[in-house]
């Protein structure tokens, strides 16, 4: 599109949590209308929007807005848009670089959550029960980070701030980590789990990375090892991870993404030894929808100014 199609484009909101704080921001910038599902709008209604801010859309329903021309996502991921009927040429943009903090953060929490218990700790209350306890220290250990983009980076900056190595895994290895004791290559994960304590996987979904945490990777880890899975649910072999849990293979993990979500209630994760269930929050903090509209702003302002959108993405095939 011209710079001068990007003035007024005619925006729709569909983001069920997200689209009351979001619409304020957007008013002054372009005319916004919300709708909690594409499905809310008349033929005509969705023929006009250019514009769509959203994040996750059933299959096909993409196809339902001929005159799209720019996806903003309120989350990161892209893997599902091919299936929901993105038409290609479709500029895509998204909000990476909003929850890096807050998701960095819940991954340190979650594996010294992990590391001290804590789990075990809130069920003895109910039992009465006194222990001896088999927590153990992240300061002096080695924490393997898997994928080193924003967020894995600063995991890296949170976890060596606290007294740990960290050993970063990138797709080549080529290119040194900032505060990374070593870098290498996701074709020695397995080589590298056998010299870490822990490992916390930031991982995209690629055709590369699905499964890339699998049985070899597990089984390489050391007795007592703690994983953390905050990057997309499709790169730890699932059926992997809950036999390391159930032999006592690993001290234990937190899972804050998943393959069906929400996770059913009958789902037989919820029973694995050892396995926490986030329901994929690690994303959130108060100030997540300005955030976001400052993401949608900032691009806009890039288009309007003639410059590429600062937070363009390229949308690949379908991973699955």
């Not at 859309?57 to 989350?75: D, K, V």
């Amino acid at each position: 599109m011209k710079t001068s199609a990007w003035h007024d484009p005619r925006v729709l909101v569909a983001h069920t949590a997200m689209a009351e704080e979001l619409l304020p921001h957007l008013e002054p910038l372009v005319t916004a209308v919300r709708a909690t599902s594409l499905r809310d709008l008349s033929r005509s209604e969705l023929a006009g929007v250019e514009v769509l801010i959203g994040h996750h859309f059933p299959e096909r329903s993409l196809a339902l807005l001929p005159g799209l021309r720019w996806l903003h996502l309120t989350g990161t991921g892209t893997d599902h848009l091919p299936a929901a009927g993105l038409a290609p040429g479709t500029l895509v943009t998204n909000s990476a670089r909003v929850p890096v903090e807050s998701v960095a953060e819940y991954a340190l929490s979650a594996l010294l959550m992990l590391l001290k218990e804590f789990p075990t700790l809130s069920a003895r209350p109910q039992r009465r029960a006194w222990h001896t306890s088999t927590a153990t220290m992240l300061c002096g250990s080695t924490v393997l980070v898997v994928g080193a983009g924003r967020i894995g980076r600063s995991v890296i900056r949170k976890v060596t701030a606290l007294g740990a190595r960290c050993v970063a895994v990138t797709r080549t290895g080529e290119r040194s980590v900032p505060g990374a004791d070593r870098t290498v290559g996701a074709d020695r994960l397995a080589e590298a789990a056998a010299t870490a304590d822990h490992m916390v996987c930031c991982l995209p979904a690629t055709a590369r990375t699905r499964h890339l945490v699998d049985g070899d990777v597990l089984s390489a880890l050391p007795a007592g090892a703690a994983l953390v899975n905050v990057g997309r649910a499709t790169t730890v072999d699932d059926k992997a991870l809950h036999e390391a849990l159930e032999t006592g293979a690993l001290r234990g993990a937190l899972l804050d993404v998943h393959d069906i979500e929400p996770l059913p209630a009958d789902d037989p994760r919820w029973r694995t030894p050892g396995l926490v269930i986030s329901p994929h929050c690690a994303f959130a903090f108060p100030g997540e929808p300005s955030a976001v509209g400052q993401a949608f702003e900032d691009n806009l302002t890039d288009l309007r100014a003639g410059r590429t959108a600062r937070d363009a993405v390229a949308v690949g095939p379908h991973p699955g």
